[in-house]
């Protein structure tokens, strides 16, 4: 069964810590995002990846970073620099250039703060 | 300063059509929007997309008029489990790509 997995699904991070937060895909898909989803508000695009070994930042990269080593994994590092980290973190792909094609959630990650 | 507009709730009962529009400033000629659906605690499910008159499918039609500065989604005959929350998403191809999800519309239907 092809689709998005993100793991674990609830994290806890004491003040200070990094905290990495893991998205595989079996879909054979090009392109990866990152959102970050805070109640009541829609999707904010944290980073996203069109290619292996190639990423942009979105509108709130400000303390997260991503790499991309290989096609289907994006993980995502929450880093002490991020202040309000507390959000449900969602992790998606899609088959080709980022709006023009469907996009693939995963089921997220909730982040809490200790 | 592109922005996408929604509203906040609707309320339907079962059997009836619903019609969520979203507002899109600053839209170009090939810049597609779409729709998901989200329940809680799970990641959105894509509905429907297009970028330019009517689109069509199983679930839902997407209604774009010819100035493109709002879309409608619309649910034929909903049901409870059609109670979700519903999210626009633009992609602006102009100067780089931004996706930008709207805030999200909270659909309740009742019996």
């Known amino acids: 069964d092809g689709g998005i997995t993100q793991s674990p699904k609830y994290l806890f991070r004491k003040e200070g810590q990094n905290v990495t937060l893991s998205c595989e895909q079996n879909l054979n898909h090009d392109a990866m995002y990152w959102y970050r989803q805070d109640p009541g508000q829609g999707l904010r695009l944290i980073y996203y990846?069109?290619?292996?070994?190639?990423?942009q930042k979105g509108d709130i990269a400000e303390g997260y970073s991503v790499s991309r080593e290989k096609k289907e994994s994006f993980p995502l590092t929450v880093t002490s620099a991020q202040k309000n980290p507390t959000a449900f973190y969602l992790c998606?792909?899609?088959?080709?250039?980022?709006?023009?094609?469907?996009?693939?959630f995963g089921d997220g990650t909730r982040l809490s703060i200790l | 300063l592109a922005k996408t507009t929604q509203p906040i709730s609707m309320d339907s009962y079962e059997g009836q059509e619903v019609n969520i529009t979203c507002s899109h400033n600053?839209?170009?000629?090939?810049?597609?929007i779409t729709w998901y659906q989200q329940f809680p605690s799970q990641g959105p499910r894509f509905i429907i997309q297009g970028y330019k008159t009517k689109v069509t499918n199983e679930v839902a039609s997407l209604f774009i008029p010819a100035d493109r500065k709002s879309s409608t989604l619309s649910l034929p005959r909903v049901s409870l489990s059609d109670t979700a929350v519903y999210y626009c998403?633009?992609?602006?191809?102009?100067?780089?790509?931004?996706?930008?999800f709207g805030k999200g519309t909270t659909l309740s239907v009742s019996s």
């Open positions: 998606a792909s899609s088959s080709g250039a980022a709006g023009n094609q469907p996009q693939h």
């Open positions: 600053n839209i170009a000629t090939n810049d597609y």
């Open positions: 990846s069109q290619i292996v070994n190639d990423f």
């Open positions: 998403l633009v992609a602006f191809n102009q100067a780089g790509t931004a996706l930008i």
